[in-house]
């Protein structure tokens, strides 16, 4: 068995062979961490880098796990958290309770966490700029002070060398978000108590994606989207939309964002009982500025054919579908869906959850919609997920799943 020092001579040759014959960044720094994988025997490793911008920590590169690339989280979160901002290494046994201040980043990874070590990126001067984290020994040991020195040396090595590099973090495409919530809190009083339900969420929504938000219930989700949708107001924070500040819009400037911005698709339909399917979108295109035309909107979802149904006529799926056209109908920048699916059995769900693809792919609106559901999260652009109110991860989907490829 080799001993420690030989062990790091090896690892430090091949780390830097590594750096050296890898021409992208990302490509040499997934052959390192599966290099210092190897050292140390564990099951999976992540490097995670500070996006100024943002004021996030995200990952770039990981290994021994599914692609969580593009996973985000608040640079003061989680163990990850708390090793950059200190820039000392850090070495944990079991699970972090729900409870500890550290949660955050194995959560974003979906890891659970038996034993785990963090070791900070920084310059040569001292100041970090990311970090690395290596989880879970093979043979069920925990990490010891040996393998986190040699964990330590390693990334050390490959600070040097991003430096160097200049290395800079991948931007999105879309320099411009829609919408923006920064620092939002929602407060509601409780008897003599006040109940804050979102404690601070940060939150760009860019045009033309796909936007999932997972939480379990009570973790605040319809409660953003209402403050998104103008159907709530926020005690704190600011809200920005397409560049003008939102946050506390009067009257007649919310009536009008609600009429002409934002489409609605509920869990629950809310179609005029009265009308039929076509009826129910003509009343919806008579109050908008530039409706989609109505029947348009029902050949979209493919329910041409049940233009003069009413409600009452139509099963739960083709209520649902009614309910998307109608969303169509008004031609918004932005359509927000609570739980669409959460009534419907499978065959139906796809049958919805491709129609939004559709919304999406072809016809180029923003759609938001939250589930319960992680397997509708497999479409999505980004995931972002929510926990006891705040922004606990968002994933980048470079490769979303169509929803034909979907199964629960």
């Known amino acids: 068995m080799k001993d420690k020092k030989e062990l790091l001579t090896e690892a430090v040759w091949e780390l830097t062979e590594a750096l050296q014959s890898e021409k992208q960044m990302e490509s040499a720094l997934s052959s390192c961490l599966e290099i210092m994988k190897g050292k140390v025997q564990c099951e999976a490793g992540f490097v995670w880098v500070a996006d100024q911008d943002t004021e996030r920590l995200l990952i770039i590169a990981c290994e021994g796990s ?4 593009g996973v985000t989280i608040g ?3 989680g163990i990850v958290g708390h090793v950059f901002d200190t820039a000392e290494p850090m070495l944990m046994h079991a699970e972090i309770p729900d409870d500890s201040p550290l949660y955050g980043s194995d959560e974003a990874t ?7 070590m963090v070791t900070p990126l920084r310059t040569p001067g001292g100041e970090p700029f990311g970090c690395i984290q290596l989880v879970n020994k093979t043979a069920g040991e925990h990490f010891d002070e040996e393998d986190l020195r040699l964990a330590t040396q390693l990334t050390a090595l490959i600070s040097l060398d991003m430096e160097d590099k200049g290395y800079e973090v991948p931007q999105r495409e879309e320099s411009e978000p829609m919408i923006t919530l920064r620092s939002v809190v929602r407060e509601f009083p409780s008897g003599d108590e006040t109940i804050r339900v979102l404690k601070g969420i940060d939150l760009d929504i860019y045009p033309k994606e796909f936007l999932v938000i997972l939480g379990e219930s009570g973790c605040g989700k319809t409660t953003m989207m209402n403050i998104i949708g103008g159907m709530d107001a926020m005690t704190s924070g600011t809200l920005t939309v397409d560049g003008k500040d939102f946050s506390h819009p009067g009257d007649a400037e919310l009536t009008e964002f609600r009429r002409d911005y934002i ?3 509920f869990q629950a339909y809310h179609l005029m009982p009265n009308l039929s399917a076509l ?14 035309n109505p029947e ?10 049940r233009a003069g149904n009413f409600p009452s006529q139509m099963s739960g799926g083709q209520q649902q579908r009614v309910s998307i056209a109608r969303a169509l109908t008004k031609n918004p920048k932005l359509i927000l869906a609570d739980e669409p699916t959460a009534a419907l059995d499978y065959e139906t769900s796809i049958e919805v959850l491709s129609i939004v693809e559709t919304i999406v792919r072809d016809q180029g609106k923003t759609v938001v919609m939250i589930t319960h559901n992680p397997e509708i999260a497999k479409m999505a652009d980004r995931v972002v997920k929510l926990r006891g109110g705040i922004v606990s991860s968002i994933r980048i989907n470079r490769h979303p799943l169509p ?5 629960w």
């Open 110 to 116: 979906g890891m659970k966490v038996s034993t785990q």
């Open 279 to 292: 009826e129910n979108l003509q009343l919806i295109a008579e109050i908008s500025r530039e409706p989609m």
């Open 75 to 77: 640079k003061n979160q």
């Open 296 to 305: 348009k909107a029902l050949t979209l979802v493919g329910l041409s054919d």
């Open 403 to 407: 929803a034909k490829e979907l199964s």
């Open 263 to 265: 489409g609605y698709i």
């Open 66 to 69: 599914s692609d969580v690339t």
